[in-house]
């Protein structure tokens, strides 16, 4: 038993989709939250808590807002020394960048140095889970998965795996895959926080017998999650169609591999035929929206409200690095902006579900993280909605707390999170 501790500010909870009907109405706000043993033991007033557990630490955080920390439902760590480069699209940009760098992963020493340097930064934006591809090399899943149980951290993660259409030194093979995979999910699926999603890159880097070969994978471990990548950018589609020319559509490569359930989460989604939307709602696949990475690589426009219109399970990521943050308040704004583009304004309970339940829905992980509510774990975010001048002159005329918290989403970076604490622990956030 650890001691409780008691963070008090505006608790911010779901008690339903603010998708269903009016948006605040699913949410709940509340003035203090108990944490003990890594979990959520209390939600209410402050007064209550207090008299609850009299003598224990108590952490007045004011007007900010107690939050679930933040869930990233699809990254590549790996990319995190080359975020934000410069000038190409799909192909190009993995090409020129994404594949050199990730060559550097078979090295252990390397690969740990970026996860920790991954983590740290994503700590220090309030990221509490993510769902990271890793690169071909066994020893980046190693790192990846070392550096986050040392931390305490809930977080899912995979092998990459492909054997075409990528240079050299980066390519495994139809068994090595397999066998790489399974030995990973034998040493890591389930162990404390951690778990494992087989990670096909995308159908264009992978021989039709390797996909088979991970979808038995799968079959043999369906608790773990699949994920890949679907339907990004035009000119991939393309390609993707001269490669598997037999298929309905690229959805159909997958779903002929085995590669397509209820546990599967496909990165972008953007330019779906209503064949593959209809199948991916039937199935209950997730989609992870990529907005900050789907404008910077110039890949379209997810169709937010037409999907969930149609019940699909969507979660919000970053993309790191084919994204160009790896704040979840930079990605909620971007998300807003493309919803506007297509002629839908997001609501700020919407846009904060979605990088908080909606990504943990998507992982299959909502009985454990992503709602500040009794019995979760205790992965917190506290939000500071005067975080920079421009921020807090906005705030001082907002009348309620969406408009504040709207400010915060649009203009806020690193300095608005004010306080993160990971499975019950207070972390330290670097900000240099
Ligand atoms: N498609 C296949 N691999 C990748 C990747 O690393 N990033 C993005 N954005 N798309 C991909
Ligand atoms: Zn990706």
Not at 173 to 191: E, M
Not at 269 to 296: K, M, V
Request: aromatic letters at 8%.
């Amino acid at each position: 038993m650890t001691e409780k501790t008691i963070l008090t500010g505006q608790v911010l909870s779901f008690d339903g989709c603010p998708f269903d009907g009016e948006a605040t109405a699913a949410a709940q706000l509340d003035e203090a939250i108990c944490i003990q043993n890594g979990h959520i033991v209390a939600v209410g007033t402050a007064e209550r808590l207090k008299a609850d557990a009299p003598g224990v630490r108590v952490v007045d955080h004011g007007a900010r807002v107690i939050m679930a920390g933040f869930v990233d439902a699809h990254v590549h760590y790996p990319q995190t020394a080359i975020i934000a480069s410069w000038g190409k699209r799909l192909i190009d940009w993995l090409n020129t960048y994404t594949f050199p760098e990730e060559m550097r992963f078979g090295d252990a020493d390397y690969a740990s140095e970026i996860a920790n340097r991954y983590l740290d930064l994503t700590v220090a934006h309030g990221v509490t889970t993510m769902c990271s591809y890793c690169t071909i090399h066994p020893a980046s899943v190693e790192a990846f998965f070392g550096a986050a149980q040392a931390r305490g951290q809930r977080v899912v993660a995979g092998k990459i795996c492909m054997d075409r259409n990528a240079p050299e030194g980066l390519r495994d093979d139809v068994q090595s895959a397999y066998d790489d995979s399974k030995a990973l999910i034998a040493r890591w699926h389930g162990v404390d926080r951690l778990g494992y999603a087989i990670t096909p890159r995308f159908a264009p880097t992978s021989s039709p017998a390797q996909l088979s070969a991970l979808g038995a994978l799968w079959r043999e471990h369906p608790d773990c999650l699949m994920q890949t990548h679907l339907s990004e950018q035009v000119d991939e589609i393309a390609w993707v169609r001269e490669l598997y020319p037999d298929a309905r559509d690229y959805l159909d490569i997958y779903e002929t591999h085995g590669l397509l359930g209820a546990r599967a989460v496909y990165g972008h989604s953007i330019h779906l035929e209503p064949r593959e939307r209809d199948r991916l709602a039937e199935t209950g696949a997730a989609l992870a929206h990529c907005p900050t990475s789907n404008s910077f690589i110039g890949s379209g426009l997810f169709d937010m409200t037409g999907l969930i219109a149609q019940g699909q399970r969507i979660g919000l990521a970053s993309d790191t690095g084919g994204g160009s943050s790896f704040s979840m308040l930079r990605t909620m704004a971007a998300a807003y902006e493309v919803a506007q583009l297509r002629g839908h304004a997001l609501h700020p309970a919407q846009l904060l579900w979605l990088a908080t339940v909606g990504s943990a829905r998507a992982l299959h992980l909502d009985h454990l993280i992503g709602n500040a509510v009794v019995g979760n774990e205790a992965d917190l975010v506290v939000l500071d909605l005067a975080s920079t001048p421009a921020i807090a002159q906005r705030a001082n005329r907002a009348g309620d707390i969406w408009e504040a918290v709207f400010a915060t989403i649009m203009m806020g970076d690193d300095r608005a999170i004010a306080d993160v604490w990971i499975g019950g622990k207070q972390r330290a956030l670097i900000r240099a």
